[in-house]
């Protein structure tokens, strides 16, 4: 089946420094992916949609300044956390949709996550 | 008002028991429906879709009531291996185009 891939599964940084984080789609081309983010004992929320070769779209209050979004392939797209502070600290988790699913297609395939702890 | 809302549980049940979970959506005008299982510090896995005939999959039900926006979920013979959080998924159009909505996922432990 499909696979995505999330780089780094666990990261901790020290707060003021930024954090990269990598999605990978394996074998199929993803002309959209999505950034969730989920705080412990809540839902995962949509920060971001992106897609291929544009401006990444931010759900209301997230700051696109500090959550920086690259869809430069149908491959791969980034989330990097600038200037990171502790209450950052959460599970980022990315998913991707086949690019033949059409934009309602309903098959999601999402990564692993990532574990970013900022001390 | 949440987009979609759940009953967090957590749901404590025997082995071999039944139990189920329901889900209201906000947004008439949602696409797609579906369960999506999620173990402790992992990502969420799908479970099944959700569709308005109702479906089902080996121990597992599930339901759609467009008119009430409700889903629900229905797992029989419960094992000890379904003890994980359940989460309600909703596939909406919003200014970003279509994206997964979740609700905050209801918490199932199944106990010898």
């Known amino acids: 089946g499909a696979v995505v891939s999330q780089h780094p599964s666990w990261v901790i940084c020290k707060s003021g420094t930024s954090v990269k984080i990598e999605c990978r789609s394996l074998d199929f081309q993803a002309t959209t992916m999505f950034w969730y983010r989920q705080f412990p004992k809540q839902s995962l929320m949509l920060m971001a949609t992106s897609n291929e070769g544009s401006k990444a779209t931010y759900e209301q209050g997230v700051e696109k300044d500090k959550f920086l979004i690259n869809h430069a392939s149908l491959t791969l797209s980034t989330l990097t956390v600038t200037s990171a502070h502790p209450e950052d600290s959460s599970f980022y988790i990315c998913s991707a949709r086949n690019r033949g699913q059409g934009a309602a297609g309903n098959t999601i395939y999402f990564g692993e996550g990532s574990w970013l702890t900022v001390v | 008002r949440k987009e979609v809302e759940q009953d967090p549980g957590p749901f404590n049940v025997p082995e071999g028991a039944t139990v189920a979970f329901n889900c209201t959506y906000s947004?008439?005008?949602?696409?797609?429906f579906f369960w999506y299982r999620q173990d402790c510090r992992k990502e969420p896995k799908l479970l099944m879709s959700?569709?308005?005939s109702g479906n089902e999959d080996g121990r597992f039900t599930a339901q759609l009531n467009r008119a009430s926006q409700y889903i629900s979920l229905l797992i029989r013979d419960s094992k000890l291996s379904d003890s994980a959080t359940y989460l309600c998924v909703v596939n909406m159009y919003s200014n970003s185009g279509y994206a997964l909505n979740f609700g905050k996922g209801t918490s199932l432990l199944v106990t010898p």
């Open positions: 959700v569709y308005s």
């Open positions: 947004n008439s005008a949602s696409q797609s």
